[in-house]
Structure formats: C-alpha cells, structure tokens
C-alpha cells in the first residue's frame, strides 16, 4: 500500500510542537517576509510560501491543531495512521467517513490512502483556505493622494503633469523602504477650485495579486492677475470711456477662450457687470464669464482737455450727487 508522506507544519514553520500561538505568528511572519513570490528571490519561493500557509491555516487555529497532533503523531514515526476514537463513526446529519467498514484501505486496516488523507484536510481546512485566497485576491494597495496647482488658463483647457510618488514596499529582509514611480497624468479642462480628480489604478500597487489603488488629484488654481474666480464663473472689470458708457459702444473683451465681441449699452454705469454666458470655466453647464465696468475719465493735463471739461461744466446740468 502506498501511503502519504506526511508534511510536519511544525517543521515547515521552524518551531517546536510546544511552541505557543504567538510563538507560531511570529515564526509565520518571518518566514512570509523572506519567501513571498512578490519580494522574494529565492528559486522555490512561491512553493515555501504556500507550505507556510496551508501550515500557518492549522496551527494557528486550536481546534485545528489538536486534530493535526492527533492524526500525525503516528505519520511522524512512520508507521499506519491509526484515525481517533469515533473517527469512522457516522456524524450527526452526514454518512460514515472514508469508506466502508472492512473495504480495503480503510478504517478497518488502520490505514487512509493518499486521496482518503487529502480528503480530510480539503474538507477540514479547504473552505476557510478559499477565503483566505479569496481575501487576498480582493485586497487593493492604497490610494493615493496629491495636492495640484493649476494656473487659471490650464483649469480652462486642460493640462498635464508629472508627478512623483512614493509608497512603501516590503523588502526581502522583511524591512519596508520608501520607492519612487513617476506619473504622467491627464488634468480634464473645466477643473474647478477644490475638486477631486479621480486617476484608476494610479495608486500604490497592490502587495499581492489584488488591483492598485487611485490616486485622487486635489485642484488648487492660483490667484490671476486679471481674473477673479467662483465656481466656474469669472469676473473681469473693463475699463471704458466716459462717452462710450454714455452713448453705448461695440468693444473687444478679453476672455479664457479668446477675444470676443461686446455691446455697451447707453447709460452704463461704473461698476455695472454685463453678463457673457458659457465664457466661463467648461462644464455642464458652463460656466459665465462677468464683465463689470469701469468708466475712467480722462485727464485734464492739457488746456485743449481742461477747455472741454470748462464747457461740460457749464452746459451740462448735472450734478452727480443729486440723488
């Protein structure tokens, strides 16, 4: 009869069949350090890797490791496995275990064949393995996130940066290090103040075969010189003349996307704001763009400037406090 090899945990995990629980957490962190396929270099990694968790599985779990000492005791000396008292015997809402009572390899010689062995562990221990790997699988690194400033015309159209990040990996000593990764990364025209812009997969990669994180972008705009922003909306103050904003006048106004044609009306005031819609920062919707004037008077440094002046004065009835 060809019978199992039987696999020592304690062996695999280096520690004493005495050894307490701490005792053995310990010893399966060390190991994980120097043997994940991840980080490390040795040939057989990725097989010590998995012996130390289907070892970890069993003896980090009482229950678990009192039927372990049970069933090798006797694997360990070489000689038959003998199953515990009541082993074969049927479980409550389930059939005997193994096979028949007298049929040839089993409870009756005393002995488990290799697939009546693997068996038993897949059904012990096979659920909760699954979950582990399942739990593994599903672990994501972590996100990342990173401050961005933006001029206003690169929030108007869009921009790229290059950004480096760091994030920490395990190392084969079982120290953790600080790496560098650099980023090129697309800003979407239409950002406003504050907002988060969301990169997938951007983030710190995952320690085991789980996805990255994100990196989440936090949009700062500068102060401009010429434009005062809320929201998506813009505000410029436009100088004008005093007869343009007496008489009305077709005037050019700078704008985020470009010089654009504007009508004063007659009467306007100084401080007035004209609305230019959709000429703000993009987006749905858009956002406007403010012109709020500004009448400037001209300077009476010539005698040709003080004689008009002289003559407003006393043709014109008008007094600007009178309301």
């Not at 790496?179 to 812009?197: D, K, M, W, Y």
């Not at 008077?297 to 008009?308: C, I």
């Amino acid at each position: 009869m060809c019978l199992m090899e039987f696999r020592d945990y304690y062996k695999v995990l280096g520690v004493e069949r005495a050894a307490t629980a701490d005792q053995v957490k310990t010893a399966y962190r060390r190991l994980a350090r120097k043997y994940h396929p991840d980080v490390s270099k040795e040939k057989d990694a990725e097989t010590r890797f998995k012996e130390m968790q289907e070892a970890y599985e069993v003896l980090k779990d009482p229950k678990k490791r009192a039927a372990y000492d049970e069933l090798g005791s006797d694997w360990k000396s070489g000689q038959q496995f003998r199953p515990p008292p009541g082993w074969d015997g049927a479980q409550a809402g389930e059939g005997r275990r193994g096979r028949p009572r007298g049929a040839a390899g089993s409870a009756a010689d005393g002995a488990f064949t290799d697939e009546q062995f693997s068996d038993f562990f897949s059904s012990l221990f096979g659920a909760e393995a699954r979950q582990a790997r399942g739990a593994q699988r599903a672990r994501a690194g972590r996100d990342h996130h990173a401050r961005v400033e933006l001029d206003l015309e690169e929030a108007f159209r869009g921009t790229t940066r290059t950004l480096e990040l760091r994030h920490p990996e395990l190392k084969a000593d079982g120290s953790v290090e600080l790496r560098s990764r650099t980023v090129r990364v697309n800003i979407p025209a239409g950002v406003t103040e504050g907002q988060l812009v969301r990169l997938g997969g951007q983030g710190e990669p995952a320690a085991g075969p789980g996805t990255a994180g994100d990196l989440y972008l936090e949009v700062h705009i500068q102060p401009h010189a010429q434009y005062q922003l809320d929201g998506r909306d813009v505000t410029v103050s436009f100088a004008i003349a005093p007869w343009e904003a007496a008489l009305g006048a077709a005037v050019t106004v700078p704008t985020l996307g470009g010089a654009v044609q504007m009508q004063i009306p007659a009467g306007a005031q100084s401080g007035q704001k004209l609305r230019l819609r959709g000429r703000g920062l993009p987006g749905q919707p858009a956002g406007d763009q403010f012109v709020q004037l500004k009448v400037v008077l001209p300077p009476a440094d010539s005698p040709q400037a003080k004689a008009l002046y002289e003559e407003m004065r006393s043709k014109l009835d008008f007094n600007p406090r009178a309301s």
